[in-house]
C-alpha cells in the first residue's frame, strides 16, 4: 500500500493510538544538531500495525502525536531514543514518556558484538536487510518521494519484534533490571541534554 506524509496523527487512527500497550516511533532531521536543525519527519506504528508517517510543521505542532508520545501507559518503541526524543523536546515541546530504546538493550544484552545499529539487529533478527540509501537524503522538501516514505516506515516496522526478542534475551541473562533503570533514567538524561550538560558522571 503506498503512504503518504499526514500533519498529526488522523483523528480516525487516534483511539486505535490510545488503546496501544506499544508504539514504536522513528525521527527524520536535517541534521544531528537540536539547536540548529529542523524536526523533518516522525514515524510511527502502533501494535495494531496501524501508521502515521507525520511531516512536521513546527508552527503547528502535532498536538495529536504529543498526546500519545507523553501517555505514560503506552510504551514508546525507539532505537536511539536520547537522539530521537531530544529532537521531540526541542521541536515538539514533546516530554517523551515510557521509553524503551532498543539500542541501550542491545548494548546490555548482546555483548557478543559491538554493532548495535538498527540494520545489524533486523538482520540478525529477521534475517532481512533494511535498505538505508535514504537515511542522509533531504527530509526537509515539502513532497518526499516514494522511497523516502517507504525508507521511513522501514525504520520503525520492525521494532516491535526487535524489542520482543531483546527482551527475552534480558530476561534470559538476568540483565532486565539493568535495561529498565536506563530507560527509567533516559528522561532526566534526554532533560540534561535540553538544558546543555556534558557527561555528569565524567572526572
Sequence with gaps: MKRTAVDDIPPGLMEAFRTSSEVAIDCEMMGLNPHRDRLCLVQAINDKGDVAIIQIDENKGAPNLREILENPSITKIFHFARMDCL??????NASVQNIFCTKIASKIARTYTDKHGLKELVREFTGENLDKNNQSSDWGKSELSSEQLLYAEGDVRYLHKIKNI??????RENRMHLAQ???LFLPFRIEMDFLG???VLSH
Excluded: K, N
Excluded at 166 to 171: G, Q, R
Design 87 to 92: 529532537f521531540l523536546r526541542y521541536r515538539l
Design 166 to 171: 531483546l527482551t527475552e534475551m534480558l530476561v
Design 181 to 183: 533503570a536506563s530507560f
Design 197 to 199: 550538560y556534558d557527561d
